[in-house]
């Protein structure tokens, strides 16, 4: 059974940055893609960013380009998240995702799910 396991968020100023980190139970991060994506209280699960399992592609909301960078480590089984110029309507809970497929990233009912870290974003 895949674990995923979100940390780094917190509390930060308009304009500032976090890094997001995901972590994933052995055997269960190579020759997967994985994401990010984010929810707010009263809104849908919305996609943020992918990556594909050799880390050669990568996807983003329009909402987050230019200020989040997604990467990974396959060696370390993590998935990372570095969040730039971050706003308020950034606030929410971000939760990585593993998938069989880019092409079904953006579904949020395939793939398995961590619990989330909470980012929010003062103004």
């Known amino acids: 059974q895949v674990q995923l396991v979100e940390s780094g968020g917190g509390l930060v100023q308009a304009g500032g940055s976090l890094r997001l980190s995901c972590a994933a139970s052995?055997?269960?991060?190579?020759?997967?893609?994985m994401g990010w994506f984010r929810q707010a209280p009263g809104k849908e699960r919305e996609f943020v960013a992918a990556?594909?399992?050799?880390?050669?592609?990568?996807n983003y909301a329009d909402s987050v380009k230019g200020r989040f960078t997604i990467s990974r480590d396959n060696a370390k089984n993590t998935l990372y998240l570095q969040m730039n110029n971050l706003k308020p309507e950034d606030t929410a809970v971000y939760y990585c995702?593993?998938?069989?497929?880019?092409?079904?990233?953006?579904?949020?009912?395939?793939?398995?799910w961590g619990q989330g870290t909470q980012v929010t974003v003062s103004s």
């Open positions: 995702k593993r998938d069989s497929s880019m092409t079904t990233m953006t579904r949020l009912d395939f793939g398995s």
């Open positions: 990556i594909s399992w050799r880390g050669a592609s990568t």
């Open positions: 052995g055997r269960a991060f190579s020759g997967y893609a």
